[in-house]
């Protein structure tokens, strides 16, 4: 999708508005509306580094110009998940906790996120009192009485997500020099190649075959992965306002956003940050043989049977043996050090490589220092 930032973001009646001189906020509807000063957060990145001003809880001013490191996440647990093959141990791919993805350099930030995920709903809440307002008018006032209570009912609808709209999110403005801005959109253009794959995959548990009746079973495949058709586009976390909409990536029960500063976890409610200079994006070619359609862009390298013998051909024991295409994928590995690790693949091959390279890139024209991991190969 086309890329831009926006000069003003509304939640609720507020509206918050970029300008040469930093962030106001202006409240009325069109037509009469009131401001005043800078408030929310305001982000300011650039070759100096990342500039944070968070003046909604009275005026506080704080910045960053490099990274600090982030304490080690505890090791996720090596789990393990049911298989429909008995011989294969499945170990599943997941993250840590949302709320252990943490980073001092967007404390304030995920606080309040956080804070705004737990807060209870306006909508909700009023709807009930108005709902329960209606039921007593209809019992005393018949059709009239429904008629009021039904207007009642969706005034409190609509002035109740109008105050969420503002109670519930979380407000973060962005002011990018051009450079940063550049290298943002490089991030989303990079976003945008991958995301034009065929198909894409989030893998959730695999497990290496290590007996010849499972190999058989299984078409000669050396390893068996549990994976499921996942989701990429852009969107914002219903807990944010800004004036930016950012590529979003679907992995399980956690959805990424990435934004110009820092990846967002979101998962139930609760939220996470991974900065660029913890992410790792790893990347490799992956021989998968593929039982379903063939996705129009995926290369295919070979054939096989569906129940091979020891030397490579057909099984003759086994009726219907058909060949099988094997497609040459991309397998690509999201970690980071403070416990993002998630696996997916695309029918696609050499988009992966542009991501990581542009969130490099991202790194070095905002100033942050990059802390890179040594991960295993996939």
Same mark, same amino acid.
């Given at each position: ?145 429904? /008629?009021?209570?039904? *207007?009642? !009912? @969706? ?8 105050? =969420? +709209?503002?109670? #519930?999110? %979380? ?103 991974? /900065?660029?200079?913890? *992410?790792? !994006? @790893? ?8 039982? =379903? +359609?063939?996705? #129009?862009? %995926? ?80």
């Amino acid at each position: 999708m086309p890329f831009y930032f926006r000069k003003s973001v509304s939640a609720g009646p507020f509206r918050f508005n970029l300008s040469s001189g930093g962030v106001g906020v202006s409240v009325g509807v069109k037509g009469f509306r009131i401001g005043t000063g800078p408030r929310g957060h305001y982000v300011h990145a650039g070759r100096g580094g990342l500039y944070y001003r968070a003046s909604l809880g009275g005026g506080s001013k704080r910045s960053s110009t490099s990274a600090a490191s982030a304490p080690l996440a505890p090791a996720s647990p090596r789990r393990t998940v049911a298989s429909s093959e008995p011989n294969v141990e499945m170990i599943a791919v997941s993250s840590s906790s949302v709320l252990e993805m943490t980073d001092e350099r967007y404390g304030e930030l995920l606080e309040e996120l956080n804070a705004k995920q737990s807060a209870i709903s306006m909508m909700v809440t009023l709807g009930l009192v108005a709902g329960l307002s209606a039921f007593f008018a209809i019992l005393g006032g018949g059709a009239a009485g429904g /008629a009021v209570g039904i *207007l009642l !009912i @969706l005034v409190a609808l609509l002035i109740g997500s109008r105050l =969420d +709209a503002h109670r #519930r999110s %979380a407000v973060v403005v962005y002011d990018l020099e051009p450079d940063a801005a550049a290298a943002y959109e490089a991030l989303t253009k990079a976003f945008d190649d991958l995301a034009a794959s065929s198909m894409k995959w989030h893998v959730d548990a695999g497990g290496a075959v290590r007996d010849l009746h499972t190999w058989k079973r299984n078409a000669g495949a050396s390893t068996i992965i549990d994976k499921r058709p996942t989701e990429f586009g852009y969107a914002l976390p219903r807990v944010l306002k800004t004036n930016i909409t950012p590529p979003f990536m679907k992995v399980g029960k956690e959805t990424l956003y990435w934004l110009p500063d820092v990846v967002l976890v979101v998962e139930s409610g609760k939220v996470g940050a991974v /900065a660029y200079d913890m *992410l790792e !994006i @790893l990347w490799q070619d992956s021989r998968f043989i593929e039982e =379903d +359609a063939v996705p #129009r862009d %995926a290369t295919i390298v070979g054939q096989t049977w569906k129940h091979p013998n020891k030397n490579g051909g057909p099984d003759r024991r086994f009726a219907n043996n058909r060949q099988l295409p094997i497609c040459l994928y991309e397998s690509i590995h999201l970690r980071s050090r403070n416990g993002l690790n998630e696996l997916l693949q695309v029918s696609s091959n050499g988009r992966a490589q542009h991501l990581s390279a542009a969130a490099r890139k991202l790194v070095a024209t905002t100033g942050t220092r990059n802390n890179s991991l040594a991960l295993p190969a996939l």
